[in-house]
């Protein structure tokens, strides 16, 4: 296990060090527009990111003494990833866009013992969609890409690691699949008028998801309609509605039954000067599990979420420290029917952000939750491009 563990900090290292050293660590343009030219090739720009993301999580009291998230992993929503977006000029304000981003599980790809949750998948398809941009009628996507609810509400306060605890967008039963995070098979619009923003989604039927605990959970379909209304230009309020018509069964028994899943929320963003606040919050009905596996108690009848954050950005600008962040963050998920639960966490965190897109985040979350989960502290180590 420590030989594994002082390989993976050892990789990790080598590749911070070695962009460190490079001042060409940015954002990548493989392909720039030249609309001058009418040749075909010259109407594309290609363009690749990315976000490496070791992590270490340390639950209090030695809970979790031994497990991969306490050795350093790189998995789930947090996980390294890459993207890569092409876009081509058709006509003055006219554009064809696509974008694929995936997550690497950097740990399962090369076997690291002990550093990774075995059995999981080495890279997870996260975005890939396509579509249409024009200035003068807005944008219509298709694909898995970031839902109405995500962009308008849970965005705003999707802003440190251990996030999303209480939000639609991470509590649900699969944000790709019940159209609350990165639904597949979406087809989304996206126009500006004035100071408001107006979203629209539709949710195509979509492919069983098989559960952890053998259930079976296929979309039949749904929509979304949310509003970005930008009050000032430090000051923004968004709210969203989403409807995911869905069936839950078991295999071999006859015992399907269909949950119209209903998440409402909204989320105000102030980012006056150096100051970030944030909070946001939302309703949900037929959208939160229960603990039972039936399906006809399988999704709680009500519950509601919030979360916020309060934050100040120091510049320093020295030494290859750019910036110094301290934070307040926290949360509260309630059920109101269908499951007595009830969590509340609240932390302190601080962001240390270096040149050429490097950054260190620590984080320590104190939680009250019915089911006693422990404190936990969160390190983080980024590297974006």
């Given at each position: 296990?420590?030989?594994?563990?002082?390989?993976?900090?050892?990789?990790?290292?080598?590749?911070?060090?070695?962009?460190?050293?490079?001042?060409?660590?940015?954002?990548?343009?493989?392909?720039?527009?030249?609309?001058?030219?009418?040749?075909?090739?010259?109407?594309?720009?290609?363009?690749?990111?990315?976000?490496?993301?070791?992590?270490?999580?340390?639950?209090?009291?030695?809970?979790?003494?031994?497990?991969?998230?306490?050795?350093?992993?790189?998995?789930?929503?947090?996980?390294?990833?890459?993207?890569?977006?092409?876009?081509?000029?058709?006509?003055?304000?006219?554009?064809?866009?696509?974008?694929?981003?995936?997550?690497?599980?950097?740990?399962?790809?090369?076997?690291?013992?002990?550093?990774?949750?075995?059995?999981?998948?080495?890279?997870?398809?996260?975005?890939?969609?396509?579509?249409?941009?024009?200035?003068?009628?807005?944008?219509?996507?298709?694909?898995?890409?970031?839902?109405?609810?995500?962009?308008?509400?849970?965005?705003?306060?999707?802003?440190?690691?251990?996030?999303?605890?209480?939000?639609?967008?991470?509590?649900?039963?699969?944000?790709?699949?019940?159209?609350?995070?990165?639904?597949?098979?979406?087809?989304?619009?996206?126009?500006?008028?004035?100071?408001?923003?107006?979203?629209?989604?539709?949710?195509?039927?979509?492919?069983?998801?098989?559960?952890?605990?053998?259930?079976?959970?296929?979309?039949?379909?749904?929509?979304?309609?949310?509003?970005?209304?930008?009050?000032?230009?430090?000051?923004?309020?968004?709210?969203?509605?989403?409807?995911?018509?869905?069936?839950?069964?078991?295999?071999?028994?006859?015992?399907?039954?269909?949950?119209?899943?209903?998440?409402?929320?909204?989320?105000?963003?102030?980012?006056?000067?150096?100051?970030?606040?944030?909070?946001?919050?939302?309703?949900?009905?037929?959208?939160?599990?229960t603990e039972s596996s039936r399906t006809d108690n399988y999704f709680a009848g009500n519950a509601w979420g919030v979360e916020y954050y309060?934050?100040?950005?120091?510049?320093?600008?020295?030494?290859?420290?750019?910036?110094?962040?301290?934070?307040?963050?926290?949360?509260?998920?309630?059920?109101?029917?269908g499951r007595n639960y009830k969590r509340i966490d609240n932390g302190l965190g601080l962001l240390l952000a270096f040149a050429y897109g490097?950054?260190?985040?620590?984080?320590?979350?104190?939680?009250?939750?019915?089911?006693?989960?422990?404190?936990?502290?969160?390190?983080?180590?980024?590297?974006?491009?």
């Amino acid at each position: 296990m420590f030989a594994s563990k002082k390989r993976y900090v050892a990789c990790a290292g080598l590749l911070i060090f070695s962009c460190w050293s490079s001042e060409t660590c940015a954002e990548i343009t493989l392909l720039q527009q030249d609309r001058d030219n009418p040749d075909w090739l010259n109407r594309l720009n290609l363009s690749v990111n990315g976000s490496i993301r070791p992590q270490f999580n340390d639950v209090m009291g030695d809970s979790d003494k031994g497990s991969y998230q306490r050795n350093g992993f790189d998995d789930g929503d947090n996980q390294t990833r890459f993207g890569f977006a092409a876009d081509y000029y058709l006509r003055d304000g006219v554009s064809w866009y696509t974008y694929y981003e995936f997550g690497l599980n950097t740990p399962a790809l090369f076997h690291w013992k002990n550093h990774y949750d075995k059995g999981s998948n080495y890279t997870t398809r996260r975005m890939l969609f396509t579509g249409l941009k024009a200035d003068d009628m807005g944008e219509l996507t298709i694909g898995q890409q970031t839902s109405v609810y995500y962009d308008v509400v849970a965005a705003k306060t999707d802003l440190w690691d251990d996030d999303m605890l209480a939000q639609a967008s991470g509590v649900g039963i699969n944000g790709a699949y019940d159209g609350s995070y990165r639904p597949r098979k979406q087809l989304k619009f996206k126009n500006s008028y004035g100071s408001v923003d107006l979203y629209a989604g539709w949710l195509f039927p979509d492919s069983e998801y098989v559960v952890g605990d053998g259930t079976h959970y296929r979309r039949k379909g749904g929509g979304s309609l949310g509003f970005d209304y930008h009050i000032a230009d430090d000051l923004s309020l968004g709210m969203a509605w989403n409807e995911t018509r869905a069936t839950i069964k078991h295999p071999g028994a006859d015992d399907d039954k269909t949950y119209n899943q209903h998440i409402m929320g909204a989320a105000l963003s102030w980012v006056p000067d150096n100051w970030t606040f944030a909070v946001g919050g939302g309703w949900y009905k037929n959208f939160l599990q229960t603990e039972s596996s039936r399906t006809d108690n399988y999704f709680a009848g009500n519950a509601w979420g919030v979360e916020y954050y309060a934050g100040y950005n120091f510049n320093i600008d020295r030494a290859g420290l750019k910036t110094v962040q301290p934070f307040f963050m926290g949360d509260r998920l309630e059920y109101v029917s269908g499951r007595n639960y009830k969590r509340i966490d609240n932390g302190l965190g601080l962001l240390l952000a270096f040149a050429y897109g490097f950054s260190v985040d620590y984080e320590h979350m104190f939680t009250s939750s019915t089911d006693r989960q422990g404190d936990v502290n969160f390190v983080r180590l980024s590297y974006d491009f």
